[in-house]
């Protein structure tokens, strides 16, 4: 099975803030790697697929990059509203399987 | 607008079976394998498996496999999850997603239904 490690578990940044989010795969998965934004009682949301493609609506200070065992996520310019915990997710075709990482949970300092 | 909306929140005792349903809306439900996953209270997703409504092909987490069961009503564009026989450890909120046409993303959520089993 491949095993997703993210990383930090938890993140405080000041509004203005690059930050940055890592998720690395135990083999490599190509660029078959998601990322997910879950704010507090709400559905998660996609942001990012397959490594670096911005889903349709998704502010561009969200990005995403990476490929085969280590990626990154970063938002720019932290806003008031990316409040929230954010997750990785790896899939793979054969069988289907979907794993997310752990998720970090980021804070406004 | 393609929606997903699930069944209300469940209070059940263990034991006790329970079927939570997600209906489509806004596109061909039959076109696109939805799938379900798990949030445990206070913790990250778990996915549990997937189904695809035009033929009811189901997958399944080696972790979830036999302690659930996935399936689907495309006459009224709507998929399930059940169980025979709740667990306390099964409390968890519970979300469907639809699975994109182009790769291993989910790109559209339901709400979620929280599900709690206790005595």
């Known amino acids: 099975d491949i095993q997703m490690t993210q990383s930090p578990s938890s993140l405080s940044a000041s509004v203005g803030d690059r930050v940055t989010i890592t998720c690395q795969a135990s083999?490599?998965?190509?660029?078959?790697l998601n990322w997910y934004q879950q704010k507090p009682g709400k559905a998660p949301k996609l942001l990012i697929y397959d490594a670096s493609n911005l889903e349709t609506g998704v502010p561009s200070r969200f990005s995403g990059s990476g490929s085969g065992t280590d990626f990154t996520f970063t938002i720019s310019s932290l806003q008031p509203e990316d409040i929230a915990t954010y997750y990785c997710?790896?899939?793979?075709?054969?069988?289907?399987?979907?794993?997310f990482g752990q998720g970090t949970k980021l804070e406004i300092k | 607008e393609v929606q997903l909306v699930q069944s209300g929140a469940e209070v059940k005792k263990p034991g006790e079976s329970l079927k939570i349903s997600c209906k489509g809306s806004?596109?061909?439900?039959?076109?696109?394998?939805i799938g379900w996953v798990r949030q445990m209270p206070g913790k990250g997703l778990e996915w549990m498996g997937i189904i695809y409504p035009g033929d009811s092909d189901t997958r399944y987490s080696p972790s979830f496999q036999g302690q659930v069961t996935i399936s689907a009503d495309k006459s009224i564009s709507t998929a399930y999850l059940q169980w025979s026989s709740l667990k306390a450890s099964d409390t968890a909120m519970y979300y469907c997603a639809r699975h994109s046409a182009l790769g291993g993303w989910y790109d559209y959520w339901g709400q979620g239904t929280l599900v709690t089993v206790s005595s």
């Open positions: 806004g596109y061909s439900f039959t076109s696109y394998w």
């Open positions: 083999q490599d998965i190509s660029n078959y």
């Open positions: 997710q790896q899939y793979d075709n054969l069988p289907p399987t979907y794993t």
